[in-house]
Each structure stands twice: as structure tokens, then as C-alpha cells.
């Protein structure tokens, strides 16, 4: 998956999550979560979600790793398996 | 007890699967109007059930309901709506003196159901089990639920009673508004069960669930070819405050909680006990300061099963038998058997009987059980009610307990 596969494949995931939101607009570079109503639950979603979706796993020492979008491409470049998205 | 501070219902919120609100349920209760329809869910395959339809995003964000469980969205429509109903502005009032009680036949199998469904898809690998398992499952969730929508801070919690819990849930409230530890209570029951295809597969393992070609009619207590239960969802919340506290702001008050009786058959685990079923009838009147002929609606617990209805007609017979200006009813007979839900959604289609006096029927006997034959047993048609001031609403669960609430017409202050 190149990154913006990747920035899309996290917005879609967080869309889900957080069915509310505005997802259209955010801020590469800014914390999800200071754009969003995101708590640490939902935050354990997306990483459920990267789970069950691409095959991977986020140790939780690498948690903070997934703050922005664009620090979410940058951990997750080379680790997603493009595949079929298992809901 | 003459001491203790009169305890009055003030609102009621509800969602029955034949109607979201009282008029709406008690209308389709007038007229005859089942809320069973087919349904199915895995593993067990097509079966029936009531579903209710309400509107759940009125009350709750899509990511809080996809957050917690059906259970909880249950409570949180049914607290609002009853409030809303009560004319109390939830800001208004001190929301550490809050309580929410709310009554519970099983809760997390759903939950855990799915959770297992879901690992099976990843050959049981745990690492795919959610993190909302635990929230989701422990025993005080609807409660719980509840608090964090209406930012109460008062005790909250569920009360496991099988299938008395909806009873429980008020007969908890009034207790606690009487010790004075809540100055406004949220009571009642609430069910996510026809969620879980566990409650499906058991009673039909025990040969207790309802089947019929004809959805509403699938339900039918005190009919000689009744075959078992139906499974409901639903939930009924009510605002109870102590009398004082309702009349100060000029509340309208649906009816005064007047007695109870909670007791167990100590006999069975499922297999239902006239004997202390008729005890815990007379308690709840002993409590009133009442007698049997003062009573003038039984809301019967029937659940359609054989058994079950023979031993409840029986405990009727007995304490109620020789008074003829008592009616008996069913409510289950449109909704199936909502479980932790059923009491409080039962009583509150009574209790507009206050100010008509109609008494709505049992439906769905074609053939009357010989054995359960009730004297004012009402069937199929509603009746007129020369009066009516005083409901008792019953309410029996697995293992043996048995409650019996008796609600009666606020006659004011004094009376």
C-alpha cells in the first residue's frame, strides 16, 4: 500500500470507530486526538482494527507511534498487507 | 411503616416491540395489537421474538450506542423518556441525590456471545477479543449506561432477579427513596435477551418456547394449546419520588406505590410454586393494608408455558377467588415475555386503567385451559371496570422468586 492507501485505510478505520466525526478534514500533522473526540478506548479500536483488517500487530510500547496520520504512515509503511478489509 | 414517606411514579418511559412511549403501547394493548413478530439469530436459525423499534440516536451518539450494549441504549431511551414524561429537567436537580435501579434478567451473554462468534473467525486467537468486553458485561452495565448519559451521580446499579427484576427495580426504588438515600429514583427493567441465541436454544431445550404459524398468535397464556414462551426485548424506566417532593412541584402522579412482596419458592430451578406464589400475593396485601377484594386488576406473570400458567392460575384462584370485582390480565399475550423488562412494561400498561377503567384483555385464547380458568379473568375484549384503584402486578423468576407490587389510584394527600 503506498501512503496515501495507507492515510485512507486509517481515516476509514476511524470513521467506523467514531461514526460522528468529520473525518474529511483532518490535519496530517496534528493529534487525532486533539481533533477529534478520541479517547483511549477508541484508540485500542484502530489498533484492534489494524488487527483484524491488515494483519498487524502495534506492540503497545509503539502505541504513541499512531498520533498523527502522518506518524501513523510513517509506522505503518511496509507493514500493511494490502487485502480484502475484514469487517 | 407509617412512618416511612409515601412513594408516588411520576413519569414513564418505555419501549415495548408494540409501541415506544405509554399511549402508544397502552393504544395497541386497547386494540388487540400483538408486538410478535419472526426473528432470527445465529446458530438457533428462524424462531420469533418481540423487537422493539425505538429510536435510539434521539438519546445517544452512533459511537456511544456502537460503545456499549442494547441493554444499555434500552435504559438510556426509557430514563430520558421517562423523565421527559415527568416534566424534570435532569440540570434542574441535584444529580448526586439520582439513584437508577434498574432490574435485570441476565446480563452479558450477548456480549460474550459475539465476542466468541468473532474469535472464531481468527481460530480463536484472543488477541482479537475487544476491550470492551468487560465494560460491556459487568452485571451494573444498563445501569451504568444510564448514569454516563445523564451525568447522575447518585448510586446505580442493576438488580438480578430473573424474571421478576422489572418488579425489583421498583419495589428498590420506593425502598430507597423511603430510607432517604436518593431523592428521585429511575426504576425498572430493561432486556436485550432475544440478542443472545443462548436464551433461545435453552428454552427450547426445555421445551418452553412458543411456536406458531402465526407470529401474534405464538403467545398465548391460559390457552389450552399454549406451547411455550416468546422472547422479548424492551425496557421500562419510571420516575418515582416521594410524595412531598412530587406534590411541592405539582407533579402529575400515575399511581402510589402502596405494597410489595418479594419471597422464594425454595422448591425448584425452574419449576414455578403456587403455594409461595399465593404467600407473596397476600404479603404484598398485608403490606398495603389491603384485602384481596380491594384489588381490582391482576396482572398475571403467565409466560404461555404449560405448567407455569396452571401454578399461577392456581395462586389466583386462591387469594383472589372469591372476589368479583377483581380482573385478570396478561400482558405477555401481545409482547412475549420481555424478561428483566416484563414487570415494568406489564404494570404500566395498567396504569392508565386509573383514569379509564378499562381493563385491557388477555389475547390469543381461543380454548380456555380449564385450569386456568380465573374468576374476572378478561379475554380477548377489554372491559369496563365499574372501578379501579388498586393494581397488582406479579412477576415470578427461575430459581424460585417470586414479587407481587401493588400500585394504587392516588387519591390525595390525606388518602
Redesign the interface.
Known amino acids: 500500500m503506498n501512503d496515501a492507501e495507507i492515510k485512507q485505510a486509517i481515516i476509514d478505520i476511524i470513521s467506523d470507530?467514531?461514526?460522528?466525526?468529520d473525518t474529511s478534514n483532518l490535519k496530517p500533522d496534528v493529534r487525532l486526538r486533539e481533533q477529534m473526540?478520541l479517547d483511549s478506548?477508541?484508540f485500542?479500536?484502530i489498533v484492534?482494527e489494524l488487527?483484524?483488517r491488515y494483519g498487524v500487530?502495534v506492540p503497545d510500547t509503539d502505541y504513541m507511534q499512531l498520533a498523527t496520520l502522518d506518524s501513523c504512515v510513517n509506522y505503518l509503511r511496509g507493514k500493511l498487507v494490502s487485502k480484502t478489509a475484514?469487517v | 411503616m407509617s412512618n416511612l414517606p409515601r412513594i408516588v411514579i411520576t413519569g414513564v418511559g418505555l419501549t415495548a416491540p408494540n409501541g415506544n412511549s405509554l399511549g402508544e403501547f397502552r393504544q395497541a394493548l386497547l386494540n388487540g395489537k400483538s408486538g410478535v413478530t419472526p426473528y432470527e439469530i445465529r446458530y438457533f436459525g428462524k424462531t420469533l421474538a418481540g423487537q422493539c423499534n425505538f429510536e435510539a440516536t434521539r438519546y445517544q451518539?452512533?459511537?456511544d450506542i456502537?460503545?456499549g450494549t442494547r441493554a444499555g441504549s434500552i435504559g438510556i431511551y426509557c430514563a430520558h423518556e421517562a423523565l421527559k414524561d415527568a416534566g424534570i429537567d435532569i440540570r434542574d436537580v441535584d444529580r448526586s441525590r439520582v439513584g437508577v435501579f434498574v432490574g435485570t434478567t441476565e446480563h452479558g451473554n450477548v456480549e460474550t456471545e459475539t465476542e466468541i462468534h468473532n474469535v472464531k473467525?481468527?481460530n480463536y486467537d484472543l488477541?482479537?477479543w475487544?476491550?470492551?468486553h468487560n465494560p460491556r458485561t459487568v452485571a451494573n452495565n444498563p445501569a451504568g449506561e444510564v448514569t454516563l448519559a445523564l451525568s447522575t451521580t447518585g448510586p446505580a446499579y442493576c438488580i438480578g432477579a430473573a424474571c421478576a427484576a422489572g418488579n425489583l427495580g421498583l419495589i428498590h426504588s420506593a425502598q430507597m427513596l423511603m430510607l432517604g438515600e436518593v431523592d428521585l429514583a429511575l426504576g425498572g427493567g430493561v432486556s436485550e435477551s432475544i440478542h443472545t441465541f443462548g436464551i433461545f436454544a435453552g428454552f427450547k431445550a426445555q421445551t418452553a418456547l412458543a411456536t406458531h404459524d402465526d407470529p401474534t398468535k405464538a403467545s398465548r397464556p391460559f390457552d389450552a394449546a399454549r406451547n411455550g414462551i416468546v422472547i422479548s426485548e424492551g425496557g421500562c424506566l419510571y420516575t418515582l419520588e416521594r410524595l412531598d417532593d412530587a406534590l411541592k412541584r405539582k407533579a402529575r402522579i400515575y399511581g402510589e406505590i402502596a405494597g410489595w412482596c418479594v419471597n422464594s419458592d425454595a422448591s425448584d430451578y425452574v419449576l414455578p410454586n403456587s403455594v409461595r406464589q399465593a404467600e407473596c400475593m397476600r404479603g404484598a396485601l398485608k403490606r398495603a393494608g389491603m384485602e384481596p377484594g380491594d384489588i381490582h386488576i391482576v396482572n398475571t406473570h403467565a409466560t404461555s408455558t404449560m405448567q407455569g400458567d396452571e401454578m399461577e392460575a392456581a395462586a389466583v384462584n386462591q387469594v383472589f377467588g372469591d372476589f368479583p370485582g377483581v380482573h385478570v390480565n396478561n400482558t405477555k399475550s401481545f409482547i412475549g415475555h420481555a424478561m428483566g423488562a416484563a414487570g415494568a412494561l406489564e404494570l404500566a400498561g395498567n396504569l392508565p386503567s386509573f383514569d379509564d377503567r378499562i381493563v385491557h384483555p388477555t389475547i390469543n385464547v381461543e380454548s380456555l385451559d380449564p385450569k386456568c380458568a380465573m374468576r374476572g379473568l378478561v379475554i380477548n375484549q377489554s372491559r369496563k371496570a365499574e372501578r379501579v384503584d388498586a393494581i397488582m402486578n406479579m412477576s415470578f423468576g427461575m430459581l424460585g422468586i417470586n414479587s407481587a407490587l401493588i400500585v394504587r389510584r392516588f387519591s390525595g394527600a390525606g388518602g
Open positions: 470507530i467514531a461514526p460522528d466525526e473526540d478506548m477508541d485500542l479500536d484492534m488487527r483484524k500487530n475484514k | 451518539s452512533r459511537k456502537r460503545r473467525q481468527y488477541s482479537f475487544t476491550h470492551h
